[in-house]
C-alpha cells in the first residue's frame, strides 16, 4: 500500500518501497483548470528536492511542478503528453507524472501526510 | 506547482495590485451563485471562468452562444450640438472617419498619442435616433478608462462635453445569438455588422450593436445597471446559451486576432506597427489631422520597422506573452505579445512583433520556451474565420 505525501505547491507522491509516483493533486488541477499541455523530464535524470522536474500549462498560464523529494526518473506518464486532459480527469490516478527512486527516504519527512494536507487547503480557502 | 507566466490578464493590470478594495459589476452575485472563479481585472473582480471551464465555454461561443459580463469597460456620450461638431471634436484624437459615420453606425477606433503610440482601442457609434443628433457612443476598455476620460475631456470644445455613464454591459456571442435575440427583440436581429440600435428586450430598454470580442457574430448590449440582473436572467434562459467568462473572452479573441490593449498595443505601438492600418481613414492620411500623423503616414508609405503577426509555434507546447523570438540565425527579430492555446485551433495560437522582414506568411521564425527555441510559422490572421453578419 503506498503512503501519499503532499507539497505545500500541491504535488503528491506515492511512495512504495523505494519508488514515488509523482503527480499534482486534484486541489491543484481545479486551480489550473484545462490542461493543454505537459512537459516531462526525460528518464534517467536526477533532481534535488525542490528541483523543477516537469512543467504543466493550462490555458491561461504555465505552471512548474517541483520535485517532492529528491530522486531519479524511472519513468514518465507519455500517455498524459498526448492527452494531458487527463490530468483534469484523474489527477492522483492515470494523470501521474512520473516515478522517481527516491535518493534520501528521509525528505519524506518533511511533506505533509493526506491529513495535514487537507488542513493545509481548507486555510487556502 | 507555481504559476511561472505572466499571461494571467488578472495578473498583469497595475490597477489591480494596490489595497484599493475590489469594484464589482451588477451581476457579481449571479457570478457567484453560478460557481464563477472570480479575478481581479482591472480593479474589478470578474468571472474569468464558470465551472464548465475555460475550453468548453469557449467551444460553447464558437458553437452556440455565450454571455459574458463585461461591465467593466467604460461607457460615455460625447455630446455637442450637432454631428459634424462632436464628430470633428473626436476626430482630432482618433485616426477613423467619425464625421462619415452614419447614423446607427459603429466604428474602431484609435486614441492615439502625440508619437503616434496608442494610448487606447475604442468603439464609437452614431445613434440612429434623430433625437440624439450631436450625440456619440462610446466604449473603451476598463483598464484605461479614467485616463480615457481625462484625455477626452480635456480636448474637447466648449461646446463639447463627455458624459461617463455607469452601465452595465453584456456580450451575447456566438453563432446562435441572432436566434436567441430574435425571441427577446426581433429589430436587434436586423442589425448588421457594427449597426447600432437603441431598442428593448423583453421590455427592458438597451442599447444593442451587433459586434464583439470573438470573431462571432454577436451583439453588445447596454443597460442600466439596475436592469441587468433581470437581462442577464432571461438571456440565460434561452437553451443556446450558457455564461463565459473572460478566460473563455481572451482565448477567442485571440484565435480571432484582436488585439488586447496593454499587451497587444499599448503607447509605444503604431497603428501600422500593429496592422491597424485599416481604421485609418484615407481622407485623415491626406489630411494628416490627428495625433502622430507624421509618424503614421511615414510608416504608412514607407513600412513600418516591426509588425504584427499571427504565429503558430510547431508542437503542443504555447508560447507566452513576452518570449522572444529569433530568426533561425539565432538573431532576435521580435517578441510575442499574447500567446495560448486555441481551443478551436487545436494547437497553441500566438501573436506578437517582428521586424517587417519577418512579417510575410510562412516566414519561419523560433520563439525561446524555458531554455530553448520553439520553431514557428508567420501565420494570416485570424487562426479561426470571422462569422459577422455583413
Known amino acids: 500500500m503506498a503512503d501519499t505525501r503532499y507539497t505545500k505547491d500541491h504535488e503528491y507522491i506515492q511512495v512504495t518501497g523505494d519508488i514515488g509516483v509523482v503527480g499534482i493533486t486534484d486541489y491543484a488541477q481545479q486551480q489550473l483548470g484545462d490542461i493543454v499541455f505537459v512537459e516531462l523530464p526525460e528518464v534517467g535524470r536526477s533532481f534535488g528536492k525542490g528541483d523543477e522536474a516537469a512543467v504543466v500549462e493550462s490555458v491561461k498560464a504555465a505552471s512548474e511542478i517541483y520535485a517532492p523529494v529528491g530522486g531519479e526518473v524511472i519513468e514518465v506518464n507519455a500517455a498524459i503528453e498526448g492527452e494531458p486532459a487527463v490530468v483534469n480527469e484523474d489527477p492522483t490516478g492515470r494523470g501521474w507524472f512520473l516515478k522517481l527512486r527516491v535518493a534520501d527516504a528521509a525528505e519524506l519527512g518533511d511533506l505533509m501526510d493526506e491529513g495535514a494536507y487537507r488542513q493545509y487547503v481548507a486555510t487556502l480557502g | ?390
Not at chain 2, 469594484?23 to 464548465?52: E, K, S
Not at chain 2, 488585439?259 to 503607447?267: F, K, M, S, T, V
Open chain 2, 1 to 390: 506547482m507555481t504559476s511561472a507566466s505572466p499571461e494571467n490578464p488578472e495578473s498583469t493590470q497595475p490597477l489591480s495590485t494596490g489595497a484599493a478594495p475590489l469594484r464589482r459589476t451588477p451581476l457579481h452575485l449571479r457570478h457567484q451563485a453560478l460557481g464563477a472563479r472570480m479575478a481581479p481585472f482591472a480593479g474589478y473582480a470578474l468571472p474569468i471562468q464558470y465551472p464548465d471551464g475555460i475550453i468548453a465555454e469557449h467551444l460553447h461561443v464558437r458553437a452556440a452562444a455565450g454571455l459574458f459580463d463585461v461591465s467593466h469597460m467604460g461607457q460615455a456620450w460625447l455630446a455637442g450640438p450637432d454631428h459634424e461638431t462632436t464628430a470633428r471634436a473626436l476626430e482630432a484624437l482618433v485616426p477613423a472617419d467619425i464625421l462619415g459615420l452614419a447614423p446607427g453606425q459603429q466604428r474602431y477606433a484609435l486614441l492615439l498619442n502625440a508619437q503616434g503610440g496608442i494610448r487606447d482601442d475604442l468603439m464609437v457609434a452614431r445613434p440612429a435616433d434623430p433625437m440624439a443628433a450631436g450625440r456619440l457612443f462610446l466604449v473603451v476598455n476598463a483598464a484605461c478608462k479614467e485616463q480615457d476620460w481625462l484625455h477626452i475631456a480635456s480636448a474637447m470644445p466648449g461646446d463639447v462635453t463627455l458624459e461617463t455613464e455607469e452601465r452595465a454591459l453584456l456580450a451575447l456571442q456566438g453563432p446562435l445569438a441572432a436566434e436567441v435575440m430574435a425571441r427577446f427583440a426581433p429589430d436587434a436581429v436586423e442589425l448588421r455588422f457594427m449597426d447600432v440600435t437603441a431598442t428593448q428586450v423583453a421590455g427592458i430598454d438597451v442599447r444593442v450593436s451587433r459586434s464583439g470580442y470573438t470573431g462571432e457574430d454577436g451583439f453588445e448590449i447596454s443597460v442600466a445597471n439596475d436592469d441587468a440582473g433581470a437581462l442577464w436572467d432571461l438571456l440565460l434562459t434561452a437553451p443556446q446559451v450558457k455564461p463565459a467568462g473572460l478566460g473563455a473572452r481572451d482565448s477567442l479573441r485571440l484565435e480571432a486576432g484582436l488585439c488586447l490593449y496593454g499587451h497587444d498595443i499599448n503607447q509605444e505601438t503604431s497603428p501600422v506597427e500593429a496592422a491597424l492600418t485599416w481604421s485609418i481613414a484615407k481622407r485623415r492620411r491626406i489630411d494628416m489631422d490627428f495625433p502622430g500623423a507624421i509618424r503614421i503616414t511615414e510608416e504608412i508609405a514607407g513600412g513600418p520597422l516591426r509588425r504584427r503577426v499571427g504565429l503558430l509555434p510547431e508542437g503542443r507546447a504555447p508560447v507566452r506573452e513576452g518570449a522572444q523570438i529569433f530568426d533561425e540565425a539565432g538573431e532576435l527579430v521580435g517578441e510575442v505579445t499574447s500567446g495560448g492555446f486555441g481551443p478551436s485551433v487545436g494547437a497553441p495560437v500566438a501573436m506578437g512583433y517582428v521586424v517587417s522582414e519577418f512579417a510575410k506568411p510562412g516566414a519561419r521564425v523560433q520563439v525561446a520556451l524555458r531554455g530553448r527555441r520553439v520553431p514557428a510559422a508567420v501565420t494570416p490572421m485570424p487562426f479561426t474565420p470571422h462569422r459577422y453578419r455583413r
